[in-house]
C-alpha cells in the first residue's frame, strides 16, 4: 500500500466523515484484541462492518480491507488477519479525503 491514498467521497458526506473516520479508528482497536484473543466470529461481524459502512460512504479501498477481513476471518486465517490490521492502520494514517459530486 502507497503512502498516500486518496479517496473521493461525496460533497454531501462531508458532515459526516470526521465521526465515520473516529469510528473506523475505534473499530481497529476492538477489532486488534478480537484477533489476539482469537475471535474469528467476531473478527467476520467487524469486518463485515467495515465494508459495509466503507461502501455506504464511498470509500472502496477501506471497503476491500474490510472485505478481506471478513474472508480471513471465515478462514480462521491469523497470519492474514494480522496482515490485515497493519493495511487498516496504514490506510486510516494515510488517506486522503477528497470531496467530489
Not at 466503507?54 to 471465515?74: K, P, T
Request: charged residues 25%; proline residues 1%.
Amino acid at each position: 500500500m502507497s503512502e498516500r491514498i486518496i479517496e473521493e467521497v461525496s460533497i454531501g458526506l462531508e458532515p459526516l466523515i470526521t465521526k465515520f473516520m473516529e469510528h473506523t479508528a475505534n473499530e481497529v482497536a476492538a477489532l486488534e484484541k478480537m484477533v489476539v484473543s482469537g475471535n474469528m466470529a467476531e473478527a467476520l461481524r467487524m469486518g463485515h462492518n467495515i465494508k459495509g459502512s466503507a461502501l455506504n460512504y464511498g470509500f472502496s479501498l477501506l471497503a476491500e480491507i474490510g472485505r478481506n477481513i471478513e474472508i480471513s476471518a471465515g478462514n480462521e486465517d491469523m497470519a492474514q488477519l494480522e496482515l490485515l490490521l497493519v493495511d487498516l492502520k496504514k490506510y486510516l494514517k494515510n488517506v486522503e479525503i477528497v470531496f467530489g459530486a
